[in-house]
T-cell receptor, first 111, second 113 residues
């Protein structure tokens, strides 16, 4: 079973900010939260990783509350090319950095 | 920097035949993973190598699947004999030791008829 729970699908429109929330109630002290993006016929691609509070890079932000039982991936001003499946995963030293993948969130961006 | 290379990209075989997939990870990446991804599902870890040693192969169907990474660099995954339910994309990924960030290859799409 995946360690995380996230919505199966989401829709949004070009130019909007999209927030995808993930639940990870049993996150271990040493676990980091990692998000990946996957386009059809491609391998997953790393987006962002965090441990607590907020992390921002050139493509996304990751918000993690103090209890770390959930996290939110924020994609600013999405475009059609952001249509993909997004995976939330938790892993760390205790689990040999193994990523246990759920079905992910299929994000569809409309014009 | 070159990414993770996999070959072949596509393979069609009959059930009970054998097939092998090859992966060359990013230079310097000690950890190598093989995943199976069935259409509509997330990747499922088959085996994880640390250099040339196996860290975890608990989900590898060992009666038909085998994998090796003899020199701690490239790796081969073999299926013998193949079943219809083995139809999937086989992904190889690599990472630096102790890091969550995995870099994936393009995958090999296997169709078993």
């Amino acid at each position: 079973l995946a360690k995380t729970t996230q919505p199966i699908s989401m829709d949004s429109y070009e130019g909007q900010e999209v927030n995808i929330t993930c639940s990870h109630n049993n996150i271990a002290t040493n676990d980091y939260i990692t998000w990946y993006q996957q386009f059809p016929s491609q391998g997953p691609r790393f987006i962002i990783q965090g441990y607590k509070t907020k992390v921002t890079n050139e493509v996304a932000s990751l918000f993690i509350p103090a209890d770390r039982k959930s996290s939110t991936l924020s994609l600013p001003r999405v475009s059609l090319s952001d249509t993909a499946v997004y995976y939330c995963l938790v892993a760390g030293a205790d689990s040999n950095y193994q990523l246990i993948w759920g079905a992910g969130t299929k994000l569809i961006i409309k014009p | 920097e070159a990414g993770v290379a996999q070959s072949p990209r596509y393979k069609i075989i009959e059930k009970r035949q054998s097939v092998a997939f090859w992966c060359n990870p990013i230079s310097g990446h000690a950890t190598l993973y093989w995943y199976q991804q069935i259409l509509g599902q997330g990747p499922k870890l088959l085996i994880q190598f640390q250099n040339n040693g196996v860290v975890d192969d608990s989900q590898l169907p060992k009666d038909r699947f085998s994998a090796e990474r003899l020199k701690g660099v490239d790796s081969t995954l073999k299926i013998q004999p193949a079943k219809l339910e083995d139809s999937a994309v086989y992904l190889c990924a690599s990472s630096l030791f102790g890091r969550n960030e995995q870099f994936f290859g393009p995958g090999t799409r296997l169709t078993v008829l």
